[in-house]
Nanobody
Framework: QVQLVESGGGLVQPGGSLTLSCKAS????????LTWFRQAPGRERELVAH???????GYADSAKGRFTISRDSTENTAYLQMNRLQPEDTGIYYC?????????WGQGTQVTVSS
């Protein structure tokens, strides 16, 4: 059974940090090109960060300078490090793995930024 499991969300105060993870299993199912999306209440899903299969990264303007996307081949996991979080970062964060020509989605993890 191929799985893509997302975790790491939670409640954080403005200015705080969280790291989200997206783990692919079994080990033969690799992280290829991976994108983090988020969906805030009442808003459309938006792209937050992306890393290509070659390791090139890209970010939404709102994420530049604060968020970092990465992957660890040994752990078969992708990450989104989020710093200096603000209330507008609140939403459900989803990872999408593109592997062998198909898209795979995590279940989403809630991030809430509030004082």
């Amino acid at each position: 059974q191929v799985q893509l499991v997302e975790s790491g969300g939670g409640l954080v105060q403005p200015g705080g940090s969280l790291t989200l993870s997206c783990k692919a299993s079994p080990s033969q199912f690799k992280i290829g090109a991976l994108t983090w999306f988020r969906q805030a209440p009442g808003r459309e899903r938006e792209l937050v960060a992306h890393i290509t299969s070659g390791g090139v990264t890209g970010y939404a303007d709102s994420a530049k300078g604060r968020f970092t996307i990465s992957r660890d081949s040994t752990e078969n996991t992708a990450y989104l490090q989020m710093n200096r979080l603000q209330p507008e970062d609140t939403g459900i964060y989803y990872c999408r793995n593109q592997y062998f020509g198909r898209d795979y989605w995590g279940q989403g993890t809630q991030v809430t930024v509030s004082s």
